[in-house]
């Protein structure tokens, strides 16, 4: 079965094909960050407009990499929620659309649904059950995965996200927008051991997280070290390194309990946060450590794109799975709530 698979639920236009037999036949991104980039954060109105023009060329340009027709197309797979109304809305209108002039099935993807399943696209796949850590701009949640569609959120952010949080103490510091990889890259400069960040909501039972406090913690050492203005680029750089640790060491923490309490053994991570090096590091650590182990999608299916959203939409859809007439655009979807299937991958 041959998917085309549309991401257009913040600011980025991903497009991807699937083949269930040959798996991905082609792939096409583009990210809106310098659009957005003067505003330090997505701006929604300019995202929906840009995926307006951005979508159908490169649903040409992939079928094109791919040498195939609209004929050969079996299935649309675009991502109905979470995220911006607008910006769902475009790629809804647009997949539900071909699907009717194709006449193939469409289905409407959860977003996190396709972060979660990214790293079964490797050839080193997680064997179900296991314990995801989903980590993006939005979310920051602990899943238990019996099967795709058995979800169980076990732990989740009270407050802001851990992508969120990267990209606010970016800010902080005077970084661009989206912040996690230019946090991660400064903090490769910092002393350790010169500040130590709290480690939020660990000395507590629960899977649980909060990233508020920590936050307030890093803007106050913000302004505490700043004098006429200005930040000294090295403390900047060991404020960044304390704090991506304590997010790290937080992760590490919730991840173990998290195993231990369900007693599963695969742990995986994804979402954009996933692709830091040093969460990767020390969840290795901390898996090996607990005799398990810890699996990840590949850099570029960490952040957002279309391929994770074709393969979820392909695997739905080859389980018999199919939207009725609808376009569908939810802004706020409980990941729980979506239908299991029974199938091996
Ligand atoms: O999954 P994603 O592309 O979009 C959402 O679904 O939200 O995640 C984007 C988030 C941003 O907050 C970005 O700063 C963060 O992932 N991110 C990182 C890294 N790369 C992306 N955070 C920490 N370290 C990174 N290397
Ligand atoms: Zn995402």
Known sequence: MLVLGIETSCDET?????????????????????LHAEYGGVVPELASRDHIRKTLPLIREVMNQAGCKGSDINGVAYTAGPGL????????????SLGMAWDVPVIGVHHMEGHLLAPLLEDKKPRFPFIALLVSGGHTQLVTVEGIGSYKVIGESVDDAAGEA??????????????????????EK?????????????????????????????????????????LNEQTAADIAHAFQEAVVATM???????LEHTQMQTLVIAGGVSANTRLREELGKMAEQAHGQLYYPELKYC??????????????????????LGIYARPRWDL???PPITMSV
């Open 336 to 338: 729980e709530s979506l």
């Open 14 to 34: 991903g497009i991807a094909l699937y083949d269930s037999e040959l798996g991905l036949r082609g792939e096409a991104l583009y990210s809106q960050i310098k």
């Open 85 to 96: 109304a607008g910006a769902l809305l475009v790629g809804g209108a647009i997949g539900r």
């Open 303 to 324: 952040t957002d794109n279309g391929a994770m959203i074709a393969f979820a939409g392909c695997l739905r859809l080859m389980a018999g799975q199919q939207d009725d």
């Open 252 to 258: 590490v923490i919730k991840c173990r309990r998290a």
């Open 166 to 187: 990267f990209d606010k103490v970016a800010k902080m510091l005077g970084l661009p927008y989206p912040g996690g990889p230019h946090v991660a890259k400064l903090a």
């Open 190 to 230: 910092g002393t350790p051991g010169r500040f130590t960040f709290p480690r939020p909501m660990t000395n507590r039972p629960g899977l649980d997280f909060s990233f508020s406090g920590l936050k307030t913690y890093v803007l106050n050492t913000v302004m505490e070290h700043t004098s006429e203005g200005m």
